[in-house]
C-alpha cells in the first residue's frame, strides 16, 4: 500500500512554456500532499505543501505565481512550471501525508527546459 | 539553521559490513523520526521510522537506535549488500505538524562487493 504515482517521470520543453506535473495518491487518501525540488547530489528542498480544498503554501523564497499547485481532490495535486526558464530544469518530487506523519513519495519528474 | 544534522556526508563499506549513518537535533518538539533511501534518479522510499518513546527499532537488517537525551538518532544496516548502495535521509517531524518533514542532507552510501 501507500502508492504516490507522478506523471510525467520525464519531460523537455522549451523556454517560456508552462509545464504540469500530476501526483496521485494510488491506495490511499492524502489531504495533505508536498512538492520538493532535488538538485543532483542535494537533499530535498520543500517548496510547498498542499492541502486539497485550500491554497498551498510555499516556503520561503518560492514564487508563488511561477509554481502553481492545486490539490483539487484526495487523490490528486499538480504542479505547473510558469513560463519556464533552463533554471527551472530540476528534479520535482512529489509526497502525500499518511498516519501517523509518514510521506509516502512519488518516482519524480526530471524537468529539463532548453 | 539546520535542524538535523546528519552524518558522513558519505560512507563506503564492505560487503557484509555494518553502516552506520548518525542523525542529531536540536528541536526537543520533534516527535516522528523515519529514514528515506533513495536510489539514483527516484524518488525516496520509507526505509523505517521511530517514535522517542521507543530506544531501538529493527525491520529485517535496518535498525534505529534512538537516543533521546542526547537528542540522536541512527540507522544501522546490517550484513550491508550492493544493492544496499543509494542515498539515506533522516528526516524529523513536529509533533502536531501536518505531516512536515524536516530533513537531513543525505549520505551517500557505498558497498563494495
Known amino acids: 500500500g501507500a502508492v504516490v504515482s507522478q506523471h510525467p517521470s520525464w519531460v523537455i520543453c522549451k523556454s517560456g512554456t508552462s509545464v504540469k506535473i500530476e501526483c496521485r495518491s494510488l491506495?490511499?487518501?492524502?489531504?495533505?500532499m508536498f512538492w520538493y525540488r532535488q538538485f543532483p547530489k542535494q537533499s530535498l528542498m520543500l517548496m510547498a505543501t498542499?492541502?486539497?480544498?485550500?491554497?498551498?503554501?510555499?516556503e520561503q523564497g518560492v514564487e508563488k505565481d511561477k509554481f502553481l499547485i492545486n490539490h483539487a481532490s484526495l487523490t490528486l495535486s499538480t504542479l505547473t512550471v510558469t513560463s519556464a526558464h533552463p533554471e527551472d530544469s530540476s528534479f520535482y518530487i512529489c509526497?502525500?501525508?499518511?498516519?501517523?506523519?509518514?510521506?509516502?513519495f512519488g518516482p519524480g519528474t526530471r524537468l529539463t527546459v532548453l | 539553521q539546520q535542524q538535523v544534522k546528519q552524518s558522513p556526508q558519505s560512507l563506503i563499506v564492505q560487503k557484509g559490513g555494518i553502516s552506520i549513518i548518525n542523525c542529531a537535533y536540536e528541536?526537543?518538539?520533534?516527535?516522528?523520526f523515519p529514514w528515506y533511501q533513495q536510489f539514483p534518479g527516484k524518488g525516496p522510499a520509507l526505509l523505517i521510522a521511530?517514535?522517542?518513546?521507543?530506544s531501538e527499532k529493527k525491520e529485517g537488517r535496518f535498525t534505529i537506535s534512538f537516543n533521546k537525551s542526547a537528542k540522536q538518532f541512527s540507522l544501522h544496516i546490517m550484513d550491508s549488500q550492493p544493492g544496499d548502495s543509494a542515498t539515506y535521509f533522516c528526516?524529523?517531524?513536529?509533533?502536531?505538524?501536518?505531516?512536515?518533514?524536516?530533513f537531513g542532507k543525505g549520505t551517500l552510501l557505498t558497498v563494495n562487493p
Open positions: 509526497s502525500a501525508g499518511q498516519s501517523p506523519g509518514t510521506q509516502y
Open positions: 491506495d490511499f487518501q492524502a489531504t495533505t
Open positions: 498542499s492541502n486539497e480544498g485550500s491554497k498551498a503554501t510555499y
Open positions: 528541536n526537543t518538539a520533534f516527535d516522528y
Open positions: 521511530i517514535r522517542p518513546d521507543v
Open positions: 528526516a524529523a517531524k513536529v509533533r502536531g505538524s501536518n505531516y512536515k518533514l524536516t
